[in-house]
C-alpha cells in the first residue's frame, strides 16, 4: 500500500469534509421540508375539525327543526289552516337547507375517493334555474330577498352538459349571494349563450370580498368568517366544489367583487350539444383535501 503524501492526504481530507458537509445541507433541506408538511399536515387537521364542527350545526339544526314542527303538526290537530300552512314552509325550508348540505358533503366525498363521473345529458337550464330559486324560495323570502333575472331570458335553452353537476355548482353559488346579499336587496342572474359556452353571473349586494381574498376563499374547508358557531354560514365546501367540478366540465369562473360592493361569480362552460362527449371521470383523490395552492 503506498502511502499518501502530506498533499494527498489534505486533498482527501478536504474531500471528505466537503461530502459531510453537503450531507449535511441535504439533511437540513430535508428537515426543513419536513417540518412545512408537519405545518401543512397540521393546518388541514385544523381545517378538517372547524368543518366537522360546522358541517355537524348545519345537519343538526335544520334536522332538529324538521323533527320539532313536524312534531307539533302531528300533535296539535285543531292548528288553523294558516298555522299549519306557515309550518309545513318551514319544514319545507329547513329540508331544502339539509338536502343542500347533504350534496355538498356527499360530493366532497366522491371527490376524496376519486369517484367523479362526468356523465353529459341534454337538459334545459333555465328550468334548472328556476327549481333552484324555487327550492330557496323561502330562505330568499326571510332575508326580504328577491332574485332578478337580467337580460333576456328563453322560457327554455337546452345545453348538453352534466346536469346534477351544474346544478350543485349554481346552488352553491345562488346560496352564498343569499348569505352574504344585504336583506331587503337582490340577487341578480344573468345568462348568455353563444358560441357553445353557457355563461351565468350570480350577483350579490353584500359585503363584498377583499380583493386578497379572491383565491383564498376557493380554498377547502375555507371561511372568511371562522366564527365556526355561526349559523347558516356554511361549513367551506362550497366555492371548492364549484371550482373543481367547473375544471371538470372545461369551464372556469370569475370573481368581480371589492370591499361593500357586493360580488358577482360568473361561470363559464362549455356547451357540448354539438359534440358526442357523454361521459368522464376524475381521480384527484386526496388532493382535494391537502393541495392548498388553488381557489368554495
Not at 330557496?136 to 326580504?144: P, Y
Not at 342572474?189 to 353557457?198: Q, Y
Amino acid at each position: 500500500m503506498t502511502p499518501l503524501t502530506d498533499r494527498q492526504l489534505i486533498d482527501e481530507l478536504q474531500r471528505r469534509i466537503e461530502q459531510r458537509s453537503q450531507a449535511y445541507d441535504e439533511l437540513e433541506q430535508l428537515n426543513q421540508t419536513l417540518q412545512q408538511v408537519n405545518q401543512k399536515l397540521i393546518e388541514a387537521e385544523r381545517l378538517k375539525t372547524n368543518f366537522l364542527s360546522n358541517a355537524r350545526n348545519e345537519i343538526i339544526n335544520p334536522l332538529t327543526s324538521i323533527l320539532s314542527l313536524s312534531e307539533s303538526l302531528g300533535a296539535n290537530k285543531d292548528l288553523p289552516a294558516e298555522e299549519i300552512r306557515q309550518r309545513a314552509a318551514l319544514i319545507h325550508q329547513e329540508a331544502a337547507q339539509l338536502d343542500f348540505q347533504w350534496h355538498n358533503i356527499f360530493a366532497s366525498a366522491e371527490i376524496e375517493a376519486g369517484d367523479v363521473v362526468i356523465e353529459y345529458y341534454d337538459f334545459d337550464i333555465m328550468q334548472t334555474i328556476k327549481d333552484i330559486t324555487a327550492k330557496f324560495k323561502k330562505i330568499a323570502a326571510d332575508r326580504n330577498v328577491r332574485f332578478i333575472y337580467d337580460g333576456v331570458f328563453p322560457d327554455q335553452l337546452i345545453i348538453r352538459s352534466d346536469p346534477q353537476k351544474l346544478q350543485l355548482i349554481l346552488e352553491n353559488l345562488m346560496m352564498n349571494a343569499l348569505q352574504y346579499t344585504y336583506h331587503g336587496t337582490d340577487v341578480n342572474i344573468a345568462l348568455t349563450h353563444k358560441a357553445e359556452t353557457l355563461s351565468i353571473a350570480v350577483t350579490d349586494h353584500g359585503t363584498g370580498i377583499d380583493s386578497a381574498d379572491h383565491k383564498r376563499i376557493f380554498d377547502r374547508f375555507t371561511r372568511l368568517n371562522t366564527n365556526v358557531a355561526t349559523p347558516g354560514q356554511g361549513h367551506g365546501l362550497g366555492l371548492s366544489l364549484v371550482k373543481f367540478y367547473l375544471e371538470l366540465l372545461g369551464g372556469e369562473i370569475k370573481l368581480h367583487s371589492q370591499r361593500d360592493h357586493g360580488s358577482t361569480f360568473t361561470i363559464c362552460i362549455p356547451d357540448h350539444t354539438h359534440t358526442t362527449d357523454s361521459s368522464g371521470s376524475a381521480t384527484h383523490g386526496q388532493d382535494f383535501l391537502f393541495d392548498q395552492s388553488e381557489l368554495f
